[in-house]
């Protein structure tokens, strides 16, 4: 049971591990192709918090949160690989901030061919997201294996 479950922790985590292998490779001095798509998703994405909210989301350069992604997507998959909650928590916060950023299908008319892609894609993610909340959860319910401490043997006369 170990295995299949150690196999199924490296497929899952290769998505992670491969987008961030991909975007690594692309991010050059601006934050590559991954900051030109999220620059303006994330200027609406401020525009709509600020709006509804009225919390002004702070101003800073894109390549840094494409930084940060990529950096949490390649740590974390490969600690979740090896059964790691901590890497599971950085996969699970990279989750929650691409994702609605990103996937901005609220943004479109439900009638309009973005809004079904991005819809589609968001709620991949949100598949995702509940798979590491699912994991996370059942790491935690396990009870941890206490180690007896053996009484010396005693030699008996």
Request: no cysteine; net charge positive; charged share 10%.
């Given at each position: 049971m170990g295995f299949v479950s150690f196999v199924g922790r490296v497929l899952f985590a290769s998505i992670f591990i491969l987008s961030a292998w991909q975007e690594f490779n692309e991010f050059g001095v601006d934050g590559g192709p991954a900051a030109k798509v999220l620059k303006p998703k994330f200027n609406v994405f401020a525009k709509t918090?600020?709006?509804?909210?009225g919390v002004q989301v702070p101003e800073f350069d894109i390549k840094y949160l494409v930084a940060a992604s990529v950096a949490f997507k390649g740590v974390g998959g490969i600690l979740f690989t090896f059964g790691s909650s901590i890497g599971a928590y950085l996969l699970v916060l990279q989750q929650l901030i691409v994702t609605p950023i990103l996937y901005d299908f609220y943004n479109y008319d439900?009638?309009?061919k973005e809004?079904?892609?991005?819809f589609t894609k968001f709620t991949q993610n949100l598949?995702?997201?509940?798979?590491?909340?699912?994991?996370?959860?059942?790491?935690n319910s396990i009870p941890r294996i206490q180690h007896k401490k053996k009484a010396p043997k005693t030699k008996t006369f």
């Open positions: 918090v600020s709006v509804h909210t439900t009638e309009k809004f079904g892609i991005l598949a995702l997201l509940g798979a590491l909340f699912f994991f996370i959860g059942m790491k």
